[in-house]
């Protein structure tokens, strides 16, 4: 089964089960971790955050990030996103994840998660 | 684990996890069928469709449509999204998927699908 579509224009489309169980790679292709799912702004319909897995990776243990959809870049030839993030950022990010949190301090956490990684919020976008 | 968050705000997040697997239900309850992935396009990063697999309603063998996002509602009393539409609707929606289309087609398909459920468009919003 094909999972992108193009009409050959700017539209091009892929399958959520495409998405998740993909690796996630650093530029020079260092295997960082792997998607586990996505959380998905109700009202705007846009993928918020991708919860990735990780493990061994810089000497840390496994957990999970939350990164904000928009530093995950998809790279054919390595068949995996692709994070431009430095060690300092992959080592320090912020590991909470929503799950537990009180909500009234999830702007908090959305906003500091999002000044981590340089990332444009994907609220009022 | 928590599956959605909410800051007091308009922000609210769901786990795809959560959205897949989960029933259609029409508005008296009455079950349609299932969601079992979602379409997102890459450029926004926001889910194009919802494919839902169906089987029996309406006197229909099984099969898929795939729904535009926004004619889906998610209802918490029913623990399902809800579609407000016709049985004309349902019967005569177009099942053929993206996979195996011409891509030179997809707009084609695309605009058929929105203008069928009523729906607005993705693209350029």
């Keep these: 089964m094909s999972d992108t579509i193009s009409d050959g224009g700017s539209r091009s489309l892929i399958a ?26 109700k009202a705007s319909g846009r993928v918020a955050y991708a919860v990735m897995s ?3 990776f810089l000497g840390l243990g496994g957990g999970y990030h939350t990164l904000p959809w928009s530093v995950l870049r998809f790279v054919p030839d390595f068949d995996a996103y692709v994070v431009d993030l430095s060690e300092d950022q992959l080592r320090d990010a912020p590991t909470r994840t929503p799950e537990g949190t009180d909500p009234a301090e999830d702007r908090d ?16 976008v």
Tied chains: 1, 2.
């Design 54 to 56: 990780f493990g061994g």
């Design 16 to 41: 959520s089960d495409r998405v998740i169980g993909t690796d996630v790679r650093r530029p020079d292709g260092e295997r960082v971790g792997r998607i586990e799912r996505l959380m998905l702004d």
């Design 109 to 124: 956490w959305e906003e500091r998660v999002h000044r981590h990684y340089n990332a444009a919020p994907y609220w009022g």
